[in-house]
């Protein structure tokens, strides 16, 4: 099938900055935060995975799945983004500028969902502590997953779906460090504007939905709290403090992003570098450094590796 009637077979990225000297620092820079992307989430999956404590609690199993979404974000855009530093010409295949399109808003929309599941799953372990253990079962958990990948891919295809139809003929040149939808959808040779509206109402719209119902689900698991007891408010507090973090910097750039998708302000590249880069850093930071679950089983798997290589 002849790839959208084009009569173009790349895009051209312009990227951060055409500075060689910048590029260079930008290269090393990017490089670290990618490894540290990779190094960090992946040890988060593998704690989760391999520790029979950790996998056998529904946040634990979920925090595990939230890394791996960060991971595949950041690998769809951050390896591109630092190859490209080191080009001359920064150019993207027709084909792959759809899929990173695809897999970006497939990816998205199951971590937005899967938020929520961790939002509901933290209000029954604060608000309804007898039940949570026969409420959020394996079966659930893993239900839940599935769903957070069914919305995101039925979010992606309902914009993908008419943007692998469009004609590109005339200008190939995307202002980003990765192909932003919105602006792919300026370089269409068609009259794109009720497809505009659908990536806004679909993207936007569905972010900042998310968010809301996140902080309201958030704020009456505060207020149920407070009026139990001072000691449990500073409990869920603490034990919260991680997801409203994760939440509300998962949210605020991609709503920002969507609410002016085609302003011409170089603000939007700064986002897209916060989105793919910064976002999936938090997950290491603020789930590992600060909790003590994860350290204790971070330790015990060292022991038991070590121990196994003495037995070798």
């Not at 949570?132 to 958990?141: A, E």
């Not at 202002?175 to 300026?186: A, E, G, R």
């Not at 794109?192 to 998310?210: H, K, M, N, P």
Request: hydrophobic share 50%.
């Amino acid at each position: 099938m002849d790839t959208m009637n084009s009569s173009i077979s790349e895009f051209v990225l312009l990227g951060l900055t055409n500075t060689w000297e910048l590029e260079i620092f930008f290269f090393f820079i990017f490089l670290l935060a990618y490894a540290a992307i990779v190094a960090g989430n992946l040890l988060i999956v593998i704690t989760v995975t391999f520790d029979s404590l950790l996998y056998s609690t529904p946040m634990y199993f979920l925090l595990g799945n939230l890394s791996f979404l960060d991971m595949c974000i950041s690998t769809i855009t951050t390896p591109k983004m630092v190859t490209d530093f080191l080009r001359e010409n920064k150019t993207i295949s027709l084909w792959g500028c759809m899929a990173q399109m695809f897999f970006l808003h497939f990816l998205g929309g199951s971590e937005m969902t899967l938020l929520i599941v961790m939002a509901v799953d933290r209000y029954i372990a604060i608000c309804k502590p007898l039940h949570y253990t026969s409420i959020m079962n394996r079966r659930v958990l893993v239900g839940s997953v599935l769903l957070s990948w069914a919305v995101g891919f039925v979010h992606t295809m309902s914009q993908m779906v008419f943007t692998i139809t469009l004609p590109f003929c005339g200008p190939n040149i995307v202002d980003n460090i990765f192909c932003d939808l919105p602006l792919v959808l300026k370089l269409a040779c068609t009259e794109t504007y009720i497809l505009e509206l659908l990536v806004i109402a679909d993207s936007g719209l569905l972010s900042f939905i998310c968010f809301i119902l996140l902080l309201i689900s958030y704020t009456v698991i505060l207020v149920t709290v407070r009026r139990r007891s001072s000691g449990g408010l500073s409990k869920a507090l603490s034990t919260l403090s991680a997801h409203i973090t994760v939440v509300t910097l998962f949210f605020g750039p991609c709503i920002f992003i969507y609410a002016w998708p085609f302003s011409s302000f170089s603000v939007d590249k700064f986002l897209s570098v916060f989105y793919s880069v910064i976002t999936p850093l938090l997950n290491p930071i603020i789930y590992t450094l600060r909790n003590q679950e994860m350290k204790a089983a971070m330790n015990r798997l060292r022991t038991q590796h070590i121990r196994s290589r003495q037995t070798f």
